[in-house]
């Protein structure tokens, strides 16, 4: 048997690493709801666990993601992963062909130099050092520009690095030295025995030269408590989201989702978060309002580490960059969603006092405007002419007494009474009999698709719009007026709406791109999420906003959410329009009524 | 309820002699624009809630600010945190952060421990 | 004399034009110059004066006297200062139509503009056609009818105060100063128009630190029954006959309001005019909200910290007519203050 004692740190850091992977592992799978499980057992054999395993080995190992951040840092990363990955299967296979059997002693394929030290010929044995001298020299690489980046994060396109807690610092700090440690104890033994190829070879008869060679039993000693120091610290660590990502992605690909409540699913991309950073670049609570410590690496760090402040968990946006931008994929704002979770009164029964006023008569089209929209005027003036000039028979539902959609309070934890809201919203559209409804807000948007249970077709009214000149119910004319568009979040990045707006807008003017756009786009400063920043502080992000999107001086910065709206307007820069009032003020009247014309001529009479 | 040091008080009169005010500083610290409010009335003549109710965020805050915590917790469950009143109010207060830190205080609610 | 200094006013508003008469009676040789095809500024746009109701037309034609055909001042119309620069000891003045004009030392009275109430779509200025603004309120008085939209005399008539004042969400925290006692003028303009009518005013506070202010704010009660309403109203509406439905809370009821007037009125605040903006930045003397800062609003208020360059008027801050003119006066003191130390 090939053993001598300085197996044992690495053999027992081994160990307790699988020992308590796997309890954790086993924990979070019981925290599972009901429904990822579902989707688990439904899923596991098909072929969604194949596209799992490719999506991992691109993922986890070459870190595919963030290559596209910054080619360095993609390096750096897959360097790393990829690089050790493969260094333990090759030096597996190493060790299995020179031993002939698949069983032989776990530690032979770290320690192999040291225990195989003649020329003992086996099948393919003279590929496997140049092989393996290279795999190290890949992985010094890594670990060379890994020390770079503490030094000068931007050297990797990163503006902001994280701190470390004590696990990392430990896990860190070993990582660092294994690899530099495994050259020299491969080195020295090549010093002796011969059995380097060029790396270790070449750096073997360096070390000759300081008669190195003859410490060799130390640095092997050194090299596997420097294991055992990584293994030990990896599941207290931030590497614990390298076997946990792959967990989550097999999970992703099953089809699981993060619902409403925390649940083991939480815990895994808790853990699957490598700390990164790149959420913190992208937030403009950093960069906008120099706002530190709430970004989601923060926030999932102290949820992890069981410290999350609610001053925390509250001050963010939700503004969705981060999950955007999170190469892991994170479910970011959803987990946040979950943790701001409030204790429910149970059985209580919130808003009874609202008395909905259910529809008349029967409508087609159900107009939800939103309370918001009530402070922009404008834009309910332009969906009641865009609705007459269509002839549609519609109800405004909420044109007196509005209840709210539910999902700012959904945001804020506030379950319960989210879900009596809903209700009550829900009750009244279903007694228009309409098949679809249409709301100028995003947020209520979002919440119609998301939370609520109808069977009725949901638009925002820049598809409603869309669709109703593609269909010729309302013609419009080109103003040649230039015009940026500013992507809602709960529209673009909340809900998938980018083309609809956009070929609206370019239907009446001349629209022009901006630097932040669609997936990129920026948050107003004005979201309702955040119910912790201060005016002081929403304004640094609005004007940084503004800044950038009235940067070619448009005519006009459309936009389709009258909360962007009204934000914007207060910061005083451009010309600010929600798509209803472009479109309302181009409609060609065609099948102008009386009425219209009378409308427009007191209008005129108005602007003299 | 948790109990925070104050007491209801029973007589018509608002006595600052007895009353101790110190409890609006929990808020103040929380939400440092709490104490801009000039009672003007724009955020409870918008608010959604008050369109179907008597409900009247600024008399609310007002009252727990002069230590009346009378019946205040069930008011404030009124609210539906629409965020109309915060975007219109002059002041700049961030009038939803002062409506559920209050409630939070009146209820003692806290968030749920995983 | 054989030197005779000179003095570059920009703006011939209330301030530039009484800085200009004082200096011209100190036979220094002023030139005014002003953006606009007349003098008067925004005294213009007002038809009567608070506190007495004086003419604003008869004020202006006083104020004018030796300020026309004075052989030491000359005006020229219609240039806009674009930029304005120290050189040499020089100030240098260039104009949008690219003259120069070169002076010892130089005073902005650049003033003030109106609060643009669009900002405020809550309010629906420009989307109902009877909410409108004080300033065109005053128009309308001037040509001695206050008529809604359709062309009848409203029955009821509101007036709302701090429109674009006192309002952090559109960056402007200060008070105004003179719209509170230019509401009550204007509700008593309107009542002694209409004695059958009715009109209200909503406010947060009513500020009426200016002699015989408070006795018009009595009046306006006693006299003509105006009706206060403490409270800031947070929307309108139009109804099918263009009256306008306003939302509001009583603040001292502590109880929502709704009501429906025929006409409201936006008591628009001031904020400094853009050229009191552009020019005090180019000379870095600019202070918050955009108007310029003097060197010490006690002891120095019209010198600026640019040496030779003096503040007239409400391109410091809001300010009275009162105070504007004598302003004019006090900086053309400084003016001469500075002219002989700089022999
Ligand atoms: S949340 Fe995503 S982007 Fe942020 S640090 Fe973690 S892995 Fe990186
Ligand atoms: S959701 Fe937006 S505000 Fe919140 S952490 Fe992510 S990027 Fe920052
Ligand atoms: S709108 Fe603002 S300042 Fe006015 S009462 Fe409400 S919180 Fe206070
Ligand atoms: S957030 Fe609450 S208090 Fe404010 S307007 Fe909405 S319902 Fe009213
Ligand atoms: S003078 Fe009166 S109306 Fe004008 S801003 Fe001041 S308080 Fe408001």
Known sequence: ?608 | MKNWGFKIPDSRTLDLDKEDLKLYNKIVEKVPSARRCIMCGMCSATCSAANHTNFNFRLVHHKFRMGMFESLASELDKCMLCGKCRMLCPRGVNTRAVIYNMRIILDNMYYKNI | MENKKTVLVIGAGPAGISAAKSLANDNISVTVLEKEDTFGGNINNWAKLFPNFKDAGEVKSSLIQNFVNNQNIKIVYNKKVTELKKHNQKWIANTSDGEVFESDAAILSTGFKVFDAQYKEELGYGIYPNVITSVEFEKMYKNGKILTVQGSVPKKIAFLNCVGSRDEKVGNHYCSRICCIAAVKQAIEFKELYPQSEAFIFYMDIRMAGQFYEELYRKSQEKHGVVYIRGRISETSSTIDKKVQIKAEDTLAATPLRMTVDMLVLMIGVEASKSTTILSKQNNIDGPYGFAKSKDIHTADNYSNENGLFLAGSCKRPLTLTETIADGKSAAISVVEYLKQTK
């Open chain 1, 1 to 608: 048997m090939n053993y001598n004692p300085f197996i044992i740190p690495f053999t027992t850091g081994a160990i307790i690493l699988f020992a308590i992977i796997i309890y954790k592992f086993i924990a979070w799978y019981r925290k599972l709801d009901k429904k990822q499980r579902f989707y688990l057992r439904k899923n596991i054999l098909t072929f969604k666990s194949i596209e799992a395993i490719k999506e991992s080995f691109l993922e986890a190992l070459i870190h595919r993601n963030i290559y596209k951040k910054n080619l360095l840092l993609g390096y750096m990363h897959m360097s790393l992963a990829f690089g050790w990955f493969l260094l333990i299967i090759f030096g597996k296979i190493e060790a299995s062909l020179h031993a002939q059997t698949l069983f032989e002693e776990p530690w032979l394929a770290i320690f192999f130099r040291y225990f195989v030290r003649d020329e003992h010929k086996f099948f393919m044995s003279e590929i496997f050092p140049p092989l393996m001298d290279f795999l190290l020299l890949v992985i010094l690489s890594g670990v060379l520009l890994a020390w770079l980046k503490r030094f000068s994060s931007s050297l990797l396109g990163m503006k902001k690095t994280t701190r470390h807690s004590k696990f990392d610092k430990i896990a860190l700090a070993s990582l660092w030295w294994i690899f530099p440690l495994r050259l020299l104890s491969e080195s020295s033994t090549a010093a002796l025995t011969g059995n380097g190829s060029f790396l270790t070879g070449t750096v073997g008869n360096l070390m000759a030269v300081l008669n190195l060679q003859y410490f060799e039993i130390y640095f092997w000693w050194a090299y596997s408590i420097c294991l055992f120091a990584f293994f030990v610290s990896l599941p207290f660590s931030r590497y614990m989201h390298i076997p946990t990502e792959v967990v989550f992605i097999f999970l992703k690909k099953w089809g699981a989702t993060a619902g409403e409540e925390y649940s083991g699913y939480t815990d895994f991309q808790l853990n699957a978060c490598s700390r990164c950073g790149i959420c913190i670049d992208v937030c403009q609570m950093n960069f906008a309002a120099n706002i530190q410590n709430v970004q989601s690496v923060y926030f999932i760090r102290d949820t992890r580490y069981k410290h999350l402040k609610d001053e925390t968990a509250n001050n963010c946006l939700m503004c969705g960059r981060c999950v955007e931008a999170c190469p892991v994929g994170l479910e970011l704002t959803v987990i946040r969603q979950q943790l701001r979770n409030k204790k429910e009164i149970a059985g209580k029964h919130y808003y009874d006092y609202t008395k909905p006023q259910e529809a008349d008569k029967k409508y087609d089209i159900v107009y939800f405007a939103g309370c918001m929209t009530h402070l922009t005027p404008s834009i309910i003036i332009s969906m009641k002419k865009i609705f007459e000039e269509a002839g549609i028979n519609y109800w405004f539902m909420d044109e007196n007494k509005g209840t709210c959609c539910g999902r700012p309070m959904r945001q804020q934890g506030f379950i319960q009474q989210s879900k009596d809201l809903i209700s009550i919203n829900q009750k009244l559209i279903n007694s228009s009999g309409a098949k679809t409804l249409v709301t100028s807000c995003p947020i209520c948007y979002k919440s119609f698709k998301e939370e609520y249970v109808l069977d009725i077709e949901i638009k925002h009214h820049s598809e409603f719009i869309n669709e109703l000149i593609e269909n010729n119910k309302i013609k419009i004319q080109n103003s040649q007026k230039s015009i940026v568009y500013h992507d809602p979040c709960e529209l673009g990045r909340g809900s998938g709406i980018y083309e609809e707006p956009r070929n609206i807008l370019a239907k009446v003017g001349n629209l022009k791109s901006s630097e932040f756009e669609k997936q990129n786009s920026l948050c107003c400063g004005g979201s309702l999420s955040n119910a912790i920043i201060e005016l002081e502080d929403q304004i640094k992000i609005r004007n940084h906003a503004l800044e950038n999107l009235t940067a070619c001086n448009p005519d006009i910065l459309a936009t389709a959410c009258p909360l962007c709206k009204k934000t914007f307007v207060h910061g005083n820069k451009a010309k600010v329009m929600d798509i209803a009032e472009i479109i309302a003020e181009n409609i060609s009247l065609q099948n102008q009524s009386s009425k219209h014309k009378e409308k427009n001529k007191i209008k005129t009479k108005i602007e003299l």
